[in-house]
């Protein structure tokens, strides 16, 4: 088990390393250095384009995770749970890092995912993962109602104050 979650890890980080993190010239062109660009079409599980505007004055978590990722599937559960407990005030986008737009919309589908995300592979989501220095999934970083990262901890805030995270960002 511990073997399986080294080696998932070692995937991410190479997986990351080439096509999220370093070296994306496109990425670099296209966004500023310091701030994270949230698209303003985001896909649902069946791949339909809807308006970011549901976002509007909420609290955001952009997850990064993937169905190949254990840990990521064990997680996934209770994000939704958390999600559909505080939905008038928080709203999660998956960021994904499957291989295609197809396995992202599988994923989705078969956790039952509630909320959207941005397009597979896309100069936003790459751009996302960078700015957040995603490392290692499940990965939650939350994002104030002005769009500005207020913890790039989020997993682990929700593991420590429970129900109460939300008002623990909200004070952050």
Known sequence: MKSSLFFQVIIFSLFAST????????????????VIVIP??????SGEELSSEILDKKYVGL?????????????TPKLIEFRNKHAEDFEVILVGAD?????????MKKYSMPWL???????EAKHA??????????????????GNIISKS????????GDGTLEYWKDL
């Not at 291989?99 to 994923?107: F, L, R």
């Not at 993962?129 to 002005?146: A, H, M, N, T």
């Open 99 to 107: 291989g295609s737009h197809k396995a992202q919309a599988n994923y």
């Open 129 to 146: 993962s960078k700015i957040s220095g995603v490392e290692v999934i499940p990965y939650l970083v939350i994002l104030d109602q002005k």
């Open 19 to 34: 096509h999220f993190l370093h070296g994306d010239t496109d990425v670099d062109k296209a966004f500023p250095d310091d």
């Open 63 to 75: 997850y990064f995770s993937a169905s190949w990722c254990g840990p990521c599937r064990k997680f």
């Open 117 to 123: 995300a941005m397009k597979n592979k896309s100069l």
């Open 154 to 161: 989020g997993k682990n805030d929700l593991s420590k104050f």
């Open 40 to 45: 303003n079409i985001l896909v649902d599980k």
